[in-house]
């Protein structure tokens, strides 16, 4: 008996670590040059993110931002804060992949991988199997 629970224990605190190794992704997280936040979140045992701040929320008529270079013509009205930009990436120790990233500034979405080091998080989106770019996000406190 004493075997049973110390098994079904250790297996526990084995997920419990495991899934909190994951999900030191969490939080927010400050672009490049600082013009944006998003907010990385799990839903259903992937990572997503959203736009949750902007350092400009306005286009040049005082009217919100909107998802205006988006391909597919029906979603150039949806506002851009709020939008989610990251989607259904899968955690492997510090690296996340398998995920897509939009791009609202080209209206573009690439596949993508992720890698945490510390508050830094890199952010690489690709375009075929081997060209991507990468961009490092910082975590915001």
């Given at each position: 008996?004493?075997?049973?629970?110390?098994?079904?224990l250790?297996?526990f605190?084995?997920?419990?670590a495991?899934?909190?190794?994951?999900?030191?992704?969490?939080?927010?997280?400050?672009?490049?040059?600082?013009?944006g936040q998003?907010?990385v979140?799990?839903?259903n045992?992937?990572y997503f993110?959203k736009?949750?701040?902007?350092?400009?929320?306005?286009d040049?008529?005082?009217?919100?931002l909107?998802?205006?270079?988006?391909?597919?013509?029906s979603?150039?009205?949806?506002?851009?804060?709020?939008?989610?930009?990251?989607k259904?990436?899968?955690?492997?120790?510090?690296?996340?992949?398998?995920?897509?990233?939009?791009?609202?500034e080209?209206?573009?979405?690439y596949?993508?991988n992720?890698?945490?080091?510390g508050?830094?998080?890199?952010?690489?989106?690709?375009?075929g199997?081997?060209?991507?770019?990468?961009?490092t996000?910082?975590?915001?406190?």
């Open positions: 008996m004493k075997k049973i629970i110390g098994v079904t250790f297996l605190l084995t997920a419990h495991f899934a909190q190794k994951g999900d030191a992704i969490l939080g927010k997280w400050l672009s490049p040059g600082g013009r998003v907010e979140y799990k839903k045992n992937k993110g736009i949750v701040w902007l350092k400009v929320t306005v040049k008529n005082g009217k919100p909107t998802d205006r270079r988006n391909l597919n013509l979603l150039r009205k949806r506002p851009v804060l709020g939008l989610e930009v990251l259904n990436c899968n955690v492997k120790g510090k690296y996340y992949d398998d995920g897509t990233i939009y791009d609202p080209s209206g573009k979405t596949t993508c992720l890698f945490l080091n508050n830094k998080l890199k952010v690489t989106g690709f375009v199997m081997f060209v991507g770019r990468t961009d996000w910082t975590r915001v406190n």
